[in-house]
T-cell receptor
Framework: GQSLEQPSEVTAVEGAIVQINCTYQ??????LSWYQQHDGGAPTFLSY????GLEETGRFSSFLSRSDSYGYLLLQELQMKDSASYFCAVRDQDNYGQNFVFGPGTRLSVLP | DTAVSQTPKYLVTQMGNDKSIKCEQN?????MYWYKQDSKKFLKIMFSYNNKELIINETVPNRFSPKSPDKAHLNLHINSLELGDSAVYFC??????????????FGPGTRLTVT
């Protein structure tokens, strides 16, 4: 089977740094993606890691450790607009690599 | 210029009815998807469609059927609607290439309510 785990909620203040963890168990693994979704909106792509290490894109960074089946999303210099749900998603070997299994999501609340 | 569009945005219908949701993408992508997001925000893939090959998530009831008249469109037909079908349905598309991180572009979603 496939399963992903994320914390259900995280709260932080403006300007702070927050890390959202994701652990996964899949029958096969190609890569880990992160998506942001504001209330009432559609998921939007943030990052994708296929290899171990840290990928940085502006204020957001994503990390992957394949040996630990673990990744995280790091958000720096938090802003109010970062309040949203964040989903990790595994791209696995099913269906010729077109299968994406999403985690349950982490709701981030940024306080003033 | 909307990249991925869906219609309708809201759909309220009664149990037992048949309905369709339309999806169009103008990104030139080869792969399109349908996702279901339930009330707890779990996002689950239902179908992916690539080069006329349909890949079905085996857990999806056969009351759901995707139809693709061309590469830019992937519609979702639902027969004999049930209360449990109430959810937000998202269409998405992607190039499905490592060069862009297999990024999926999601449509705005269709909120389906079955009464």
């Amino acid at each position: 089977g496939q399963s992903l785990e994320q914390p259900s909620e995280v709260t932080a203040v403006e300007g702070a740094i927050v890390q959202i963890n994701c652990t996964y168990q899949t029958s096969g693994f190609y890569g880990l993606s992160w998506y942001q979704q504001h209330d009432g909106g559609a998921p939007t792509f943030l990052s994708y890691n296929a290899l171990d290490g840290l990928e940085e894109t502006g204020r957001f960074s994503s990390f992957l450790s394949r040996s630990d089946s673990y990744g995280y999303l790091l958000l720096q210099e938090l802003q109010m607009k970062d309040s949203a749900s964040y989903f990790c998603a595994v791209r696995d070997q099913d269906n010729y690599g077109q299968n994406f299994v999403f985690g349950p999501g982490t709701r981030l609340s940024v306080l003033p | 210029d909307t990249a991925v569009s869906q219609t309708p945005k809201y759909l309220v219908t009664q149990m037992g009815n048949d309905k369709s949701i339309k999806c169009e993408q103008n990104l030139g992508h080869d792969t399109m998807y349908w996702y279901k997001q339930d009330s707890k925000k779990f996002l689950k893939i239902m179908f992916s469609y690539n080069n006329k090959e349909l890949i079905i998530n085996e857990t999806v009831p056969n009351r759901f059927s995707p139809k693709s008249p061309d590469k830019a469109h992937l519609n979702l037909h639902i027969n004999s609607l049930e209360l449990g079908d109430s959810a937000v349905y998202f269409c998405a598309s992607s190039l499905n290439l490592p060069s862009d991180g297999y990024e999926q572009y999601f449509g705005p979603g269709t909120r389906l309510t079955v009464t």
